[in-house]
């Protein structure tokens, strides 16, 4: 059973820290990587998507990958109240990418 | 559409009843699937649809589930005799090309509660 686990939070930050968001995943084949984020009541909106190791910047948002040690997190920047949100990891459950796996998501909560 | 469209928004069905699950994609997206997000859950593959075709079926939890699409547009999830452990947000994403890689963009999703 492939699985994706995540801390189900609450992470709380004061405006203008570092969020940062970890996720772990089970299966070593997974080609790419996604962190969603989801407003109360909201549908996922997709932040990025990461499928070499490393980092990757977008804006206030960086993902980081480590695929020898099957984790990847998302760090953003000058967290603002408007990032209070759960952020669900996902990773692609076959080659072709047409289905992913996601974890339950981590509650991140900025105070002003 | 300006979006991908889901219908009802609530849905709220006997134990027992069948339910039909209505989701619009972005004009022009080839590529459909079907989710659904359990209470505190994360959200759980369903369907993947690229046209008409399903080559992805392995999420659908039992033979209760069925979805289909035409003219590779609208497609309709359909859950029979419902149970209470159905109850859940159905969510549906479209993409222009297959794979999550692109990025596909969620509907609102349908919460259906089965009492």
């Known amino acids: 059973q492939k699985e994706v686990e995540q801390n189900s939070g609450p992470l709380s930050v004061p405006e203008g820290a570092i969020a940062s968001l970890n996720c772990t995943y089970s299966?070593?084949?997974?080609?790419?990587f996604f962190w969603y984020r989801q407003y109360s009541g909201k549908s996922p909106e997709l932040i990025m998507f990461i499928y070499s190791n490393g980092d990757k910047e977008d804006g206030r948002f960086t993902a980081q990958l480590n695929k020898a040690s099957q984790y990847v997190s998302l760090l953003i920047r000058d967290s603002q109240p408007s990032d209070s949100a759960t952020y669900l990891c996902?990773?692609?459950?076959?080659?072709?990418?047409?289905?992913?796996?996601f974890g339950k998501g981590t509650t991140l909560s900025v105070s002003s | 559409g300006a979006g991908v469209s889901q219908s009802p928004s609530n849905k709220v069905t006997e134990k027992g009843k069948d339910v039909e699950l209505r989701c619009d994609p972005i004009s022009g997206h080839t590529a459909l699937y079907w989710y659904r997000q359990r209470l505190g859950q994360g959200l759980e593959f369903l369907i993947y649809f690229q046209g008409n075709s399903a080559p992805d079926k392995s999420g659908l939890p039992s033979d209760r589930f069925s979805a289909e699409r035409t003219g590779e547009s609208v497609s309709t999830l359909t859950i029979q005799r419902t149970q209470q452990e159905d109850s859940a947000v159905y969510l549906c994403?479209?993409?222009?090309?297959?794979?999550?890689?692109?990025?596909?963009?969620f509907g609102q999703g349908t919460r259906l509660t089965v009492v």
């Open positions: 994403a479209s993409s222009l090309v297959p794979g999550m890689n692109t990025e596909a963009f």
């Open positions: 299966d070593r084949g997974s080609q790419s």
């Open positions: 996902a990773v692609t459950a076959n080659q072709a990418g047409t289905a992913l796996i």
